[in-house]
């Protein structure tokens, strides 16, 4: 069965920075690429960072030379780092596979505000 389930989400002023993990069920980050997705407030979700197999990146023009998205096969998790962050970055992250399976985790809630 699908799932993910993911932390180290919280308020944080701007400028500041966290780390966000994604613990996936099986060994789904070994098998598929994977991404982090942020839903905000009345957008439409979409892929910030993705990881390839073989290890590629790619990232949101947004969030370019800021985030950081790295996996870890043996231990099935993807983690995002987020640094400097800005108030627009205030959303809901979710990891799922790329293109994403349709069970979702609770997702972490990240709130930039001074």
């Known amino acids: 069965q699908v799932q993910f389930v993911e932390s180290g989400g919280g308020l944080v002023q701007p400028g500041g920075s966290l780390r966000l993990s994604c613990a996936a069920s099986g060994s789904i980050v070994s098998i598929y690429a994977m991404g982090w997705y942020q839903k905000a407030p009345g957008k439409q979700r979409e892929v910030v960072a993705a990881?390839?197999?073989?290890?590629?990146?790619n990232y949101l023009d947004s969030v370019k030379g800021r985030f950081t998205i790295s996996r870890d096969n043996a231990k099935n998790t993807v983690h995002l780092q987020m640094n400097s962050l800005k108030p627009e970055d205030t959303a809901i992250y979710s990891c799922n596979a790329g293109p994403p399976f349709q069970t979702w985790g609770p997702g972490a809630q990240v709130t930039v505000s001074s």
């Open positions: 990881i390839t197999r073989g290890g590629s990146v």
